[in-house]
């Protein structure tokens, strides 16, 4: 298939996933006060310990084997999985080169030995989530893809911002890793996103997504992703983040996929966070077919649109415009490779708006984003 095939099949995906149904809970047409209390308890298991941050999220200590993610039904009879059997070989930068790291923010607790930290959800994030099922969504990305292919992972380092985001939008900068076909889409994906309309607030976080077919979820909003990781829950805020023209902090989001086992691992910072169990993931082989880096901005039809990245365009340059750096695939035995140009090219679905950096080394770094208004 050649350049022009790959990019219609892109496309076709980009507007399947317009019509991805995108929960924080089983949502349904109509909550009932009873309905939302059955999803509530669903979501929120029993705490060992509960961390309060300064931030005010509260993480429930929950039994890592009582976890939300057993509740799918196609983990029934799983058993959690503490490691992969193998690790990414991630390279060692140069210390001139290296921005300083983001953390995830959980205060100095961490969750007893055998638990893991899950952000409980509240009733007001349900009823929004119900509440944006109603609404006409659009949706913008600015990003870099490979064409077609076998890949076994990525890792990027991406620049943290914090864009101008309203109510019931969400801006996201991540490494997204698809699957299936493009009538049945699955992908996963991670990295940080700013979503009044998921948390309730305008902070930076980090977060994963998978979805498998029509149906897509944030984090362990619904049962699917796996937390392992007692000390960096999906969800949490991240700090500090990028000052304008100033220093520029950075996360190290990396996907990987694992031969023995299929499940798909996620890291933050070259720390194992969790996984996406192969069977909850449709048509998702033990390599993706194609790979996307970058910006996506999503939000009600009659609004103007969200800022992405850092809300300016790439020309602005260093320090300014969002970043994407040392943009990685990974091979079989899971090396850092820089992907190679041929299989490389950028798409914006409204460069007036949103766009990414005209250069041909994209595998170094790219700028991407915009000020939205669109």
């Known amino acids: 298939m050649g350049f022009r095939g790959e990019m219609v099949i892109v496309s076709l995906m980009f507007f399947v996933v317009l019509g991805i149904e995108v929960v924080a809970g089983r949502t349904h047409s109509s909550l009932q006060e009873s309905e939302i209390d059955r999803q509530l308890k669903l979501l929120n298991k029993p705490a060992l310990k509960t961390i309060q941050t300064q931030y005010g ?42 921005n300083p790291l983001s953390l995830v923010m ?41 064409k077609r292919g076998h890949y076994h992972g990525s890792s990027v380092n991406i620049t943290t911002n ?32 700013v979503s009044p309309r998921t948390f309730g607030d305008q902070r930076t976080r980090f977060y994963a997504y998978w979805t498998s077919g029509m149906r897509g979820c944030y984090n362990i909003f619904c049962p699917g992703f796996v937390q392992i990781s007692q000390t960096t829950p999906v969800g949490a805020v991240l700090d500090p983040i990028s000052i304008y023209n100033d220093t520029q902090y950075q996360i190290k989001v990396t996907i990987f996929g694992d031969k023995k086992n299929q499940h798909w691992w996620l890291s933050l910072n070259e720390e194992t966070i969790g996984y996406w169990p192969m069977s909850i993931l449709v048509d998702f082989q033990d390599t993706a077919e194609f790979v ?55 798409q914006s679905t409204n460069p007036a708006c949103y766009s990414v950096s005209d250069r041909r080394d994209w595998y170094s770094f790219f700028y991407y984003g915009g000020p939205g208004f669109c």
Request: hydrophobic share 35%; net charge neutral.
């Open 57 to 98: 999220d509260i993480f429930d200590c929950v039994d890592i084997n009582k976890q939300p993610a057993l509740d799918h039904p196609l983990l029934a009879n799983h058993t959690i999985k503490m490691k992969p059997s193998s690790y990414p070989v991630w390279r060692e930068e140069d210390a001139p080169l290296k």
């Open 106 to 146: 959980l205060g100095k607790e961490r969750c007893p030995t055998g638990t893991v930290p899950i952000r409980r959800t509240s009733r007001e994030e349900l009823i929004s989530a119900q509440n944006i099922q109603n609404l006409n969504q659009k949706r913008y990305i600015s990003s870099l893809f490979t």
């Open 162 to 193: 914090n864009p101008r985001v309203i109510k019931y939008q969400t801006s996201t900068a991540r490494v997204r890793l698809w699957g299936g076909s493009m009538f049945e889409i699955s992908f996963i994906e991670a990295g940080w996103l």
């Open 292 to 346: 996307e880096w970058g910006g996506e901005a999503t939000g009600p039809a009659n609004l103007l649109s969200s800022a992405m990245g850092s809300g300016y365009f790439p020309k602005e340059g260093e320090g300014i415009a969002g970043k994407f750096r040392n943009v990685f695939i990974l091979n079989e035995t899971l090396y850092e490779a820089y992907p190679l140009e041929d299989v490389l090219y950028t």
